[in-house]
Nanobody, 124 residues
Framework: QVHPVESGGGSVQAGGSLRLSCVASESTATFVRLGWFRQAPGKQREAVAAILTGTTNTYYADSVKDRFTISEDAHKTTVYLQMYSLKPEDTATYYC?????????????????WGQGTQVTGSS
């Protein structure tokens, strides 16, 4: 089974920026939809953003709208999550997930393949 691979996590001061990358095997077209989720210690996994591959259709959680941007590279191999104005509450493990089907973007159960996660820490 094909699994996305995340990278780019790290520690940054509040107000800083980070860019996460998700390599979707040979091509992002492997998946109909790629999304980013995050999970902080003791909390449930929550949807952050998603993109329909090969399109400009993007979706965002209210908590990150206007601060985070999801995009797909021109070679159709990588999806990025550009994060600006990071806050301590953005601290979590971030997961990239791919779906082979259309579905509700913010529901984790609609994704078929998950990466291992990358840690993002926003310090105050």
């Amino acid at each position: 089974q094909v699994h996305p691979v995340e990278s780019g996590g790290g520690s940054v001061q509040a107000g800083g920026s980070l860019r996460l990358s998700c390599v979707a095997s040979e091509s992002t077209a492997t998946f109909v939809r790629l999304g980013w989720f995050r999970q902080a210690p003791g909390k449930q996994r929550e949807a952050v953003a998603a993109i329909l591959t090969g399109t400009t259709n993007t979706y965002y959680a209210d908590s990150v709208k206007d601060r985070f941007t999801i995009s797909e590279d021109a070679h159709k191999t990588t999806v990025y999550l550009q994060m600006y104005s990071l806050k301590p509450e953005d601290t979590a493990t971030y997961y990239c997930a791919g779906s082979w089907y259309e579905g509700v973007w913010f529901l984790a159960e609609t994704y078929n393949s998950w990466g291992q996660g990358t840690q993002v820490t926003g310090s105050s």
